[in-house]
Structure formats: C-alpha cells, structure tokens
C-alpha cells in the first residue's frame, strides 16, 4: 500500500515571522558589535602611530597649552601675557638665531655627522664683522663697505665649514672630533682678531649705526629665518641634494658603491651649515650693537637640541626642517614661559635636559624598527 506524500506548505503566523526578524537583527547587531571591539585594537595602533609620526607637534602643542596655563596676566587688562602680540613677536626674534643655526645642523646630523663649532662660527662672524665695520676706513663708498662686512664674515663661515668637510670626507676623521677642534681654535681665533675684547658698533652716526639700524628690527631678523627655512626645506625635499644626504646618512658605504658623490654632498653640507652660522653671527652682530668673541657659548647645544626634538635621527638618514623648526619653538616658547614665570635658569636648563631625553627616547622603538 502506498503512502500519499503531501506536500505541505509552510504557513508563517505573523508572530513567527517577527520572531525570525527579530533573530536576523540580533545575530547582526552581534557580529557588528564583536567587528567593532576587533576594530579597537585596529585603531589604537592607528593612533599610536599618528602620535608617533607627529611626535613634535603634538609636544608643541601641549607646551603651547602648557604656557598658556601658566602665563601670569597683564595688570589692569588680565590679558593672558603669552598670548600677547609682543610676547609673540618676541619669540619669533629670540628663537630666528637658533633656528638658523639648526637648519644647518639638520643636514649635517642627517649625513650622520655633527658639528660643535657653531657657537664660535657665530663668535667669528660677528667679531669679523664688527672689525670690518668699526677698524676698516675703505676708499670707496658706504654701500660696497657695507656690503662687505656682510660679505666677507659669510666667506670666512663658508670656509671653516668646506675644510670640515674636506677632512671628514677625505682623512676620515670623525665629526666630533674636527669640529671639537674647530670650536676650541676658531674661539681662540675670534679672540685673537679682537685682542680679547668686545667691538661695539652701532653707537653714532657711522657705518656700524648703519648696518645695525639695516639688520636689528624685528621684521627683518624673522623674515631671514622664515626664508632660510622655506629654502632649505625646498632644498631638502624637493632635490637630488636633499636626497643624496639623506641616502648618506642611511648608508654612507652604500651610496658610495651607488656612486653617489660622498666627498662633494659632505663638504657642501658642512658650508652650508657654516654660511647659515655666518647669518646668523651677522644678525646677532647687529641686534647686540657688538661683535664679541665669547657670544655663542653653548649655542651648539641648543642647535642640536632642537634638531634632535624636531624627530632627526642622530645616526642620519631620517628627518625634516619643518620637524626642526618645531623642535626651534619648543624650546624657544619653553624658555620664554620661563622667563615669564620667572624660574631660575638653572631649572630651565634642567627641564630642557629632560625634554631631549624623552625626545631621544621616543625616537628609539623607531630606529630599532628600521633597523630590523
């Protein structure tokens, strides 16, 4: 006997068919909500990264927030004192001889080098130009004489800097020690042009009051260190120079099996450092009304300083002059917080120690990432 099959349809009340929406919602609302909680993990590292990536900017933004904080106020108005537009524009003017002074540090570090002679670059410089300007009765007119003791301090500069390159390029003598000489024999050479003494200048109706009227306002000091940034970066990023030292300093034996021009990249990237140096000794020259061979002690230390907070690598081969000119502000609006603040120097310079620690320490998980 034969059994009928019958096909039966399956009829859904209304209430099984809500069940079963509901169901579909719920398992999705689950598989979304686990997506999300493995999305977490995803985007903290995001963030890490970002805030590793942008490492000094964010600490200038919260040293920015920081002086902001601790700003004391101006009397009768209660203006925040930091945010005032002199106490910017004073910034801007202390921080324009440094940051001058690290741009050019900035490639030489990127080559893998160093060079401890900037603070007695700039003592020559202004010396030699204060002696140009105050102890040289020239025969022609006032512009080729002012000219010169321009001129001529940045040829002086531009030279220490290509014999540094010279013998680190062709003795193979290490950065440190070159320009640890340099800084000790070029100190001694500004002293001896000067017979150890300060030369004013600027004080009457001369020359020197001519050249320190031309090169002492503010605007004029800012703008050289806004254009020497912007052509330096230009020349950093954008050109087979840039390249070049950044390959050096990542590999210096490599790119010469590359055939890269090692000795030219090193020398050129040491005279530049002393020609920046030399603007810099010129316009320390003019805003001071002295040229004096003990100025710019330590100055390499606050050049370093900032190269290596704007993210440099001190081993070469990875950095900007943008990251630079933020490690420039840092410690430019550090010290000026506490100036403000009226702290003792002798903490300023504590805190500024700490400061390059960390910054040195951040970049370390980096560099060992690189390296494997």
């Not at 349809?9 to 689950?30: F, G, H």
């Not at 003017?93 to 002679?117: H, K």
């Not at 920046?276 to 320390?284: D, E, M, N, Y």
């Given at each position: ?137 020239p025969p022609f007119g006032q512009s080729l ?104 300093g990542d590999n210096s034996i490599g790119s ?32 001071n009304h002295q040229g004096s061979p003990n ?78």
């Open positions: 006997m034969l059994k009928k099959r019958h096909n039966r349809k399956l009829c859904l009340t209304p209430q099984m068919s809500w069940d079963r929406l509901r169901n579909r919602y719920e398992k999705d609302a689950i598989m979304t909500s686990e997506f999300k909680m493995k999305q977490i993990p995803s985007l903290f590292k995001k963030g890490t990264t970002w805030l590793k990536r942008f490492q000094s900017l964010t600490g200038l933004v919260l040293i920015i927030i920081m002086a902001i904080i601790l700003s004391p106020r101006q009397h009768g108005t209660g203006h925040i004192l930091f945010l005032t537009s002199e106490n910017i524009s004073d910034i801007f003017r202390q921080v324009s001889e440094n940051g001058i002074i690290a741009i050019g540090m900035t490639f030489v570090i990127l080559t893998s080098g160093i060079d401890l002679s900037v603070g007695s670059l700039l003592a020559v410089a202004a010396t030699f130009s204060a002696k140009i300007l105050t102890q040289w009765d004489h002012l000219f010169l003791a321009i001129f001529l301090p940045l040829i002086l500069t531009t030279s220490f800097g290509t014999i540094y390159g010279l013998v680190i390029s062709k003795l193979k003598i290490q950065p440190f020690i070159i320009t640890l000489a340099g800084m000790i024999g070029i100190r001694g050479f500004a002293r001896f042009l000067t017979n150890n003494a300060n030369i004013d200048i600027g004080f009457g109706d001369d020359i020197s009051s001519v050249f320190a009227n031309l090169l002492s306002p503010k605007p004029v000091v800012i703008s050289t260190f806004v254009i020497a940034a912007i052509v330096m970066s230009i020349l950093l990023s954008r050109t087979v120079f840039g390249l070049r030292v950044k390959s050096i010469r099996y590359a055939g890269l021009p090692v000795t030219k990249i090193i020398l050129l990237t040491y005279a530049l450092s002393g020609f920046l140096t030399g603007i810099a000794g010129i316009l320390h020259a003019a805003q100025d710019g002690m330590s100055y390499e230390l606050d050049a370093i300083a900032a190269v290596v907070i704007g993210g440099t690598r001190m081993t070469g081969g990875k950095g900007s002059i943008l990251g630079t000119i933020i490690g420039v502000f840092i410690m430019g609006i550090l010290t000026n917080t506490f100036r403000l603040k009226g702290v003792d120097i002798n903490i300023e310079m504590m805190a500024k120690a700490i400061i390059i620690v960390i910054a040195v320490w951040l970049q370390m998980p980096r560099q060992g990432k690189n390296k494997g």
